[in-house]
């Protein structure tokens, strides 16, 4: 098992197969951004896996696909199915805006991906545009009629709720949401990179004890692994997690990780502590020795993150971490 200085169990890998995104949503990327990663630096598949299988040895047990945006990744449906081959890997799930899954949710589905989680922070056609600077709200919602065929469960909705952009619809989205059978998960803004310094930042806390108010919400629980608190219905029909940075934050009980697509091991999404895997791999490092870079890495692993303290601290934007 993969135990870090303060005590937490490193069970999750978040997995970035790319930075690049067809979208240009304000709290993460510019208008205008080219200063992506060179396709030589990108792990390839055989790489991706021999630093997976390390994870898995060492007791990782869940791996999400992210981005950007993963599915602009070529040929993904068969880098899930050489994971989920893995022994130890249980869980695998996918992040995604959803603008290529209607292409791809069925070979998705069949390399053993369950669960996903997509992004979409307005029901309305041009606020989606303002947010994300492009006109794909017909996408979106194609994408998660697909996802449903496929048979994806649970199917997260995962909502950036900000002030005075999209706070207004957040009734909208519950309703949405049962009405379609997903899971809501509405989520803080973080200070990464000016993108994020500059959205608007919504307290979830009100949001949260209004909700419970409403509609009655007790303390409930989903698949995966990752930060969101759950509130569900009494009857179990209507869940909803809060992501809270900021107003509440998780690092106390944090059990990941996180591999960009150049093989930069993040240890901490609000942290610059890092290790480089990249030169290993193309140095023809043993398992064992890779194996021991992972675990010098997570004793480096810092305890929390400092978005408050110090919001200015991180300048790269959040695809080039990761999701």
Not at 22 to 39: A, I, S
Not at 286 to 299: G, K, N, P, V
Request: hydrophobic residues 40%; proline residues 5%; aromatic residues 6%.
């Amino acid at each position: 098992m993969l135990i870090d200085r303060f005590g937490r169990t490193i069970e999750y890998l978040r997995l970035s197969v790319t930075d690049r995104c067809d979208l240009r949503c304000t709290y993460c990327l510019p208008e205008g951004f080219k200063d992506f990663e060179e396709p030589e630096h990108w792990l390839t598949f055989d790489e991706i896996e021999r630093v997976v299988g390390a994870f898995t040895r060492l007791g990782v047990s869940r791996v999400r696909l992210t981005g950007g945006e993963p599915l602009l990744r070529g040929h993904l449906p068969e880098l899930a199915a050489r994971l989920k081959r893995l022994s130890g890997l249980h869980d695998l799930s996918l992040s995604t805006n959803a603008t290529q899954l209607d292409k791809h949710a069925p070979a998705l589905v069949q390399a053993g991906i369950s669960r996903i989680n997509v992004s979409l922070d307005s029901l309305q056609a041009e606020r989606i545009e303002q947010i994300t600077g492009r006109a794909v709200l017909p996408k979106i919602l194609a994408g998660l009629a697909a996802a449903k065929r496929a048979g994806f469960s649970p199917i997260k909705i995962n909502m950036v709720a900000m002030q005075g952009v999209n706070d207004d619809e957040i009734d909208a989205m519950v309703a949405f949401c049962i009405e379609h059978g997903f899971v809501l998960r509405l989520i803080e803004t973080m200070p990464i990179g000016d993108t994020g310094r500059n959205a608007q930042h919504l307290d979830l806390q009100p949001v949260k004890e209004k909700l419970r108010a409403q509609f009655g919400l007790i303390e409930g629980v989903m698949p995966g692994g990752g930060p969101a608190r759950y509130l569900q219905t009494p009857d179990g029909k209507f869940s909803v997690g809060f992501i809270t940075p900021i107003s509440q934050h998780f690092c106390e009980t944090c059990n990941r990780v996180r591999l960009s697509v150049d093989g930069t091991l993040y240890l901490c999404l609000g942290q610059e502590e890092k290790v480089e895997l990249r030169p290993l791999l193309r140095n023809g490092v043993s398992d064992q020795a890779l194996e021991d870079a992972i675990l010098q890495a997570i004793a480096i692993k810092p305890e929390r993150h400092e978005f408050r303290e110090q919001p200015a601290k991180l300048i790269r934007f959040m695809s080039a971490t990761g999701g």
